[in-house]
């Protein structure tokens, strides 16, 4: 059974601190990785942070030297770590098995065909 979970949202207050899990199990053996999205209040979802190939990182522009994706050894969670968060940071975060493109992560979705719950994030000012 495929079970993906995002957690660890909440309120904080601008320049404050969250660190978000996505725990994942039962995907079939593939070449995929956990990328995070989010998505804002009447905004289309964007891609947030990834792993590539080569074990780099994607970040997108906007979260660029405050947000850090990591991974458990196990390799079962991955988690991002948001700091000096804002308030345009503002939305439900998920995440999805895909790819890690030039341009951000990609949802696979014969892997994941629905988005799940997500978690959401809200800072205020």
């Known amino acids: 059974e495929v079970q993906l979970q995002a957690s660890g949202g909440g309120l904080v207050q601008a320049g404050g601190s969250l660190r978000l899990s996505c725990t994942f199990s039962?995907?079939?053996?593939?070449?995929?990785?956990l990328g995070w999205f989010r998505q804002a209040p009447g905004k289309e979802r964007e891609g947030v942070s990834c792993?590539?190939?080569?074990?780099?990182?994607y970040y997108a522009d906007s979260v660029k030297g405050r947000f850090t994706i990591s991974s458990d050894n196990a390799g079962n969670t991955v988690y991002l770590q948001m700091n000096s968060l804002k308030p345009e940071d503002t939305a439900v975060y998920y995440c999805?098995?895909?790819?890690?493109?030039?341009?951000?992560?990609?949802?696979?979705?014969?892997?994941?065909?629905?988005w799940g719950q997500g978690t959401q994030v809200t800072v205020s000012a």
């Open positions: 999805a098995p895909g790819q890690c493109s030039p341009y951000g992560p990609r949802k696979y979705d014969w892997l994941l065909a629905a």
């Open positions: 039962g995907f079939p053996s593939a070449d995929y990785t």
């Open positions: 792993f590539r190939d080569d074990g780099s990182t």
